[in-house]
């Protein structure tokens, strides 16, 4: 089915951010850009789907956070703060103004701290499975979180001959199963890994990981962005973990918590996704342009 999907080739350049210049893609449409912002080792191609199923309904400018992708890489420093200030000066380089947030996993931490820190450019907040610490419910889920991170650290150091190898050996993988693999995946693989053949490595900067991963996950920051919000905040999650069957990431006693902080937070689960195919994923994708439409039209119209 997969042959119904076509993937077109945004704008893309380099734009200023704080003393660094970042990639973006920019996918055009009608009315006011969103502003995509990706997980902790993707890039702006994992927005590739959402995107194509948005259809020019409105514009979508998504960047590779620093570390990541074809942005600069520096020694430092990162943190939520940070690529915060990275996104703003790349937003007021491209002359967006007040902008709906759309952060998935890390990115939607990040947006978090968009709108605390430069409240003027957000209109509104679409977070994607992210935006508060996951859920640890059990000592188990502790470890299977850490064990995934653990993992994920571990890929950034392999070397794959070819983009086609690299392509093979996550469709070995549970995280993508066989109905949700698409040329929008096979897009984010390939420019997922840098370099030249046969050494290809994921381009994701480990130290720019670990020191999101230190900084990221502390909770008394967390909250306070969160009860610094006073836009529209849509919450939408996936029912699986990072792989089918796992627990959610954001079950609804921690929905519940975060709305101890964002009261009047709105809540979708996704049907049928995980946290990587709520965006990369056909239902996830399809079903996330059009509540993220409807919602940017809100949040401009009021």
Known sequence: MTDVLKTTHPA??????????????????????????????????SFTGIAECLAGRRPLF????RGRGDSDKPAGPYGMAQHASD??????AMGLGASVIVGHSMGAFVATALAAQYP???????????GYAPAISAPNSQQGLDAALALRIAQLRQAYPSREAYRQFWRTQPHFPP?????WVEAFLDY???????????????????ADLIEGLQSEQIAARLRSIHVPVLMLRAP???VPGQPPLFPDAMIEKMREFVPAMKDQIIPGTTHYTLVMGRRGASKI??????FANLCHSS
Do not use: C, N
């Not at 996104?87 to 007021?92: C, D, E, I, K, T």
């Not at 342009?289 to 409807?294: N, Q």
């Open 12 to 45: 893309q350049g380099r734009v200023s951010g704080d003393g660094i210049e970042l990639a973006f893609g920019y996918w055009p449409g009608r009315g006011a850009p969103l502003v995509a912002l990706h997980g902790l080792t993707a890039s702006y191609v």
């Open 87 to 92: 996104v703003a000066a790349a937003m007021r």
């Open 120 to 130: 003027e450019l957000v209109s509104g907040l679409v977070l994607l499975d992210g």
């Open 192 to 210: 997922e890994i840098g370099g030249e053949a046969p050494e290809l490595r994921p381009k994701a900067a480990e130290d720019a990981v670990k």
């Open 62 to 65: 998504a960047l590779d956070l």
């Open 179 to 183: 109905e949700d693999w698409s040329p």
């Open 289 to 294: 342009a059009d509540l993220v439409d409807d």
């Open 240 to 242: 699986a973990g990072f």
